[in-house]
Structures are given as C-alpha cells and as structure tokens.
C-alpha cells in the first residue's frame, strides 16, 4: 500500500472518530442496517476521495455538507464525478437538512438506494 493510500485511510479513521454533528445523527440512522437493512460503511475510502457514507449494496454515496460547500461547488462537482466513475450514484444534503428535517432526509436516501442500479446482494 503506498503512503498516500494510507494516509487517506489514517484521515478516514480520524474523521470516524471525530465526526460532525449531522454525521454523527446521520450514522445513527444508518448504522446496523437500521434504514430497510442497508448496510452502510461510514468515511469510506473510495479511490481519491472519502466518502462521508456509503452503501455497496446500492453503490450509493451520501455527502454531508457544512456551509464551507456553498464556496466550493466546483470541487464538490469534481468530487461527484469522482464517485459517479467509481460507478456509485451521489446524494448530498446540508448539515441544516439533517439536523432539521431528518425524516426527509432518510426518505430520500431510501428512495435513492432503492432507485439507484440493482441492488447487489452483499455481506
């Protein structure tokens, strides 16, 4: 494994330590496969970039994002397209929605899981 693998894996363990308030809700949903039984990982290295969560099932990608986002659409377009050729679909949400409208939130991740490419049996 080269050094900047792992340290995208050390940043990974560091951000699941330590996460986010809207994370750290988020994960409680979606840990354990208490969302329809998704299993999802959580600041999962794909290639490049970590994802904030991600379930192989449904090669789905779930992006939280705080304000510093609304500067910086294009690296989070670039991020996107990192992940959509990984072969994963992409959903964002703000930290405001997940702390504030969480039913919604979960709502339009079983939408996406269930609505993205066929869902591929894994354990």
Wanted: net charge positive.
């Amino acid at each position: 494994m080269n050094e900047i693998h792992e340290q995208r894996i050390r940043s990974a363990r560091e951000m699941r330590i330590n996460p986010k308030q809207a994370e750290k809700i988020l994960w409680e949903e979606l840990r354990g496969r208490r969302l329809v039984g998704l299993r999802f990982k959580k600041q999962y290295v794909m290639g490049k970039l970590i994802a904030d969560f991600y379930c192989l099932a449904s090669r789905l990608v779930i992006e939280v994002d705080g304000d510093i986002h609304d500067y910086q659409k294009e690296y989070d377009s670039i991020r996107t397209r990192h992940f959509y050729d990984h072969g994963t679909h992409v959903i964002r949400f703000t930290n405001e929605m997940v702390l504030n409208d969480l039913d919604n939130v979960l709502s339009q991740i079983k939408a996406a899981a269930f609505g993205s490419a066929m869902l591929y049996k894994i354990d």
